[in-house]
């Protein structure tokens, strides 16, 4: 059951096949600028956020300062958030069950992520917002914390370091 104010989409997708990539020769992509005639897309109606990434100009110069550079990656960060139980329905959409069957309604079925997804205008909002607030709230060392906030951008952390003991700390 579909609460009363849950926004209803349904998200259209492609296959995206790239037989030269060993792990995802295919991989789904899903689109939420498409939109039916006369209707607004689903990011046209969703709310952005306010940007809350850090000035990318100032972490590269950051990064250059050290002498020792480190990056990271959060792996597969957008799937690491949880959307809200009333926003999931804005991310619906349609499977066929058995692709070796008639196109008829029994065999289709609906589903919807539970997890925030790559392009949602709101994904990198969502993204960096959880990713402060964890930092923020951390009862970690707060400069260490600070330091990944200010030179984190989405999945990305660049940070760079004079010595060897300062990069293992």
């Known amino acids: 059951m579909t609460p009363r104010d849950a926004i209803i989409h349904y998200l259209a997708y492609q296959v995206v096949i790239t037989p030269e990539k060993k792990t995802t020769p295919r991989r789904i992509v899903f689109d939420a600028s498409a939109h039916y005639s006369g209707e607004p897309s689903l990011n046209e109606v969703l709310h952005q956020g306010p940007l809350i990434l850090p000035n990318l100009k100032g972490m590269l110069v950051r990064f250059r300062i050290g002498g020792i550079a480190m990056t990271a990656d959060i792996e597969k960060a957008f799937l690491q958030v949880r959307l809200h139980e009333i926003d999931r ?60 906030k200010d030179n984190m951008y989405v999945d990305n952390l660049l940070l760079a370091a004079e010595t060897r003991e300062e990069a293992l700390c």
């Open 89 to 148: 329905d804005a991310t619906r959409f349609l499977w066929i069950k058995d692709l070796s069957r008639p196109l008829v309604e029994n065999n289709i079925v609906t589903y919807r992520f539970t997890r925030v997804t790559f392009g949602l205008n709101a994904s990198p909002f969502l993204l960096a917002a959880t990713i402060n607030f964890h930092l923020e709230t951390s009862t970690y060392d707060t400069k260490i914390a600070t330091n990944i």
